[in-house]
């Protein structure tokens, strides 16, 4: 079976430090991984998502991912935190033979100036 | 830039009352889902439906909850009979094409319905 672990529900970092969101997922096949955003009264949005191929992921608004299958992560970082970043973030894994994306708790996101 | 939209926003209704929740995907896609998110819980697939059929349900999807295609633009969720713990959000999605075999097609979601049943 297939889940997803963020560690932390809340991150608070200052305008411009580093923002470092933790996922690590377990799956028995390889995994498609995804990282959503989703901000206040909105839908969620894709951030980038991980196909088997390049292990680092750039996606939008400067984040990125990396997929390390020694530790099972694919967690999200931005080098410097802006205060639109403040949302709550989701990681999701899905593997080739289902519909269904399987979501971790979420993280929210705080940014302090 | 498309977008799914759903409505209501929030729906209020007593146990045991059918609701229907409305999504428009986006108008070129053909494979819609919903998940829900209790809340402060994890959100949840509930169901995928393709060319007028379900393609996977999870064992959250009984008798109580079905999906349609009404026409052209829209995608339903109703829940027959209500119960206190349907509260949550329930999320739409769509995506131009199928999510399997292999394929990572991104999955759009809408902004949601937030169900309250009293």
């Known amino acids: 079976a297939q889940s997803v672990t963020q560690l932390g529900s809340h991150v608070s970092v200052s305008e411009g430090a580093l923002v470092l969101l933790r996922c690590n997922y377990s799956?028995?096949?390889?995994?498609?991984l995804f990282w959503y955003v989703q901000y206040p009264n909105q839908g969620l949005q894709l951030l980038l998502k991980y196909t088997s191929a390049a292990t680092l992921v750039k996606g939008i608004n400067g984040f990125e991912a990396e997929f390390k299958k020694s530790e099972t992560s694919f967690h999200l970082t931005k080098p410097s935190a802006h205060m639109s970043d403040a949302a709550e973030y989701f990681c999701a894994v899905k593997s080739y033979n289902t519909d269904k994306l399987i979501f971790g708790t979420g993280t929210r996101l705080q940014v302090f100036p | 830039e498309p977008e799914v939209t759903q409505t209501p926003s929030h729906q209020v209704t007593q146990m045991g009352q059918e609701v229907i929740l409305r999504c428009v995907p986006i108008?070129?896609?053909?494979?819609f889902y919903w998940y829900r998110q209790i809340l402060g819980q994890k959100v949840e697939f509930l169901v995928s439906?393709?060319?007028?059929?379900?393609?996977?349900k999870s064992e959250i999807f009984d008798d109580q909850f079905s999906v349609e295609r009404p026409d052209g633009s829209n995608f339903t969720l109703k829940i027959r009979s209500t119960k206190l713990e349907d509260s949550a959000m329930y999320f739409c999605a769509s995506s131009e094409r199928g999510p399997r075999p292999g394929s990572t097609d991104t999955q759009y979601f809408g902004p949601g319905t937030r169900l309250t049943v009293l």
């Open positions: 799956s028995s096949v390889p995994p498609y």
């Open positions: 108008s070129n896609h053909l494979y």
């Open positions: 439906f393709y060319n007028n059929e379900i393609s996977e």
